[in-house]
């Protein structure tokens, strides 16, 4: 478990909950492709 205020640390999670006044407000877990493609190294991303 990782909590951040920084949206660009959260982009690197398979899963962000953000909450608002001490509630949830919005979760989930990101689509598999979209996590795959932030594993790959930048060359093979552009090829």
Known sequence: ???T????????CD??????????RDHGQRAAAA?????LPAAAATA
């Not at 996590?35 to 594993?39: E, F, G, K, L, Y």
């Open 5 to 12: 205020h920084d949206a660009e640390v959260g982009e690197a």
């Open 15 to 24: 899963r962000v909950i953000r909450m608002r006044d001490g509630r949830i």
């Open 35 to 39: 996590v795959a493609d932030m594993a």
């Open 1 to 3: 478990m990782l909590v």
